[in-house]
């Protein structure tokens, strides 16, 4: 039987945010402002990363350094497959504490060829043809972009700039993550189409030069036209959660870490 299949679209999904905060979390080292002394839990934001539960599999997108916190938290023990938009340290530095979850097979950790050479040369100990015990055992599975499978499941990669750094967005069924960009290439928006689940980058209030701001995310959404569409990788600046959530359009949403949706 080939690859594509044993493919499937995504009929319904789980969607649980590990982590919705910017590369320095929420609150921000050394910081008193506001935001980062809010007591509100829904103000305490790890490194952004989702969890996609569907088909009886568990896929991860994107692997920060809060990753070990954020799984405890979850209570997840397998994973089949990990997705990275690309190599920024707050989307891959927990791929060591991915160990308890490919101890019997290697885990496939699907992303661009630019960010597999990267992640080769970082954690080398891991693609030695003799590695130590213990050491993540990972398969690294380069993709273009084009639909691919992982862990049986069909994506779709998207495009998208951030700043002049290429990255992937990914969809699958009616749900695409977007994070970290500022400029999708007009060529990409027919591959957001009919979308029920949006998750996309709205850094904060101002402009930013490799981020949407929330202007820029709202202008994104209007044009994309989803369901509901809600916001990750949200910064200090972006504003107390009570005081935010009540300026959004109907169909968009603050999410907070460790809140579930369903797709």
């Known amino acids: 039987m080939n690859r594509e299949s044993c493919t499937v679209w995504v009929y319904f999904m789980k969607i649980r945010f590990l982590g919705t905060g910017t590369s320095t979390g929420v609150p921000e080292i050394g910081c008193k402002c506001e935001v980062c002394s809010s007591s509100d839990f829904r103000d305490k934001r790890l490194r952004s990363s989702v969890l996609l539960r569907t088909e009886g599999?568990?896929?991860?997108?994107?692997?920060?350094?809060?990753?070990?916190?954020?799984?405890?938290?979850?209570?997840t023990d397998t994973l089949d497959a990990l997705l990275l938009t690309h190599e920024h340290y707050d989307h891959v530095g927990g791929i060591d504490d991915l160990r308890p979850f490919c101890k019997c097979n290697k885990l496939p950790v699907y992303a661009e060829t630019s960010t597999v050479q990267k992640l080769r040369e970082r954690m080398p100990y891991c693609f030695v043809d003799v590695s130590y015990p213990g050491v993540p055992q990972l398969e690294l599975v380069g993709i273009e972009n084009k639909p691919f499978a992982a862990a049986g499941i069909l994506f779709v990669p998207i495009r998208l700039m951030h700043y002049k750094l290429p990255v992937f967005g990914y969809r699958t069924g009616n749900f695409a993550y977007l994070?970290?960009?500022?400029?999708?290439p007009e060529g990409e928006y027919d591959k957001l189409q009919n979308l029920d689940v949006l998750i996309i980058d709205a850094l904060r209030k101002k402009e930013h030069i490799s981020h949407e701001n929330i202007n820029q995310a709202l202008a994104q959404i209007e044009r994309i036209r989803p369901k509901r569409a809600y916001f990750i990788h949200m910064s200090h600046h972006f504003g107390l959660h009570r005081e935010m959530e009540h300026l959004l359009?109907?169909?968009?949403?603050?999410?907070?870490?460790?809140?579930?949706i369903e797709c």
């Open 179 to 184: 994070t970290d960009f500022k400029i999708i």
């Open 57 to 75: 599999k568990n896929i991860l997108l994107d692997c920060g350094p809060d990753f070990r916190q954020q799984v405890l938290t979850a209570g």
């Open 249 to 260: 359009p109907d169909n968009v949403f603050l999410p907070y870490d460790g809140l579930e």
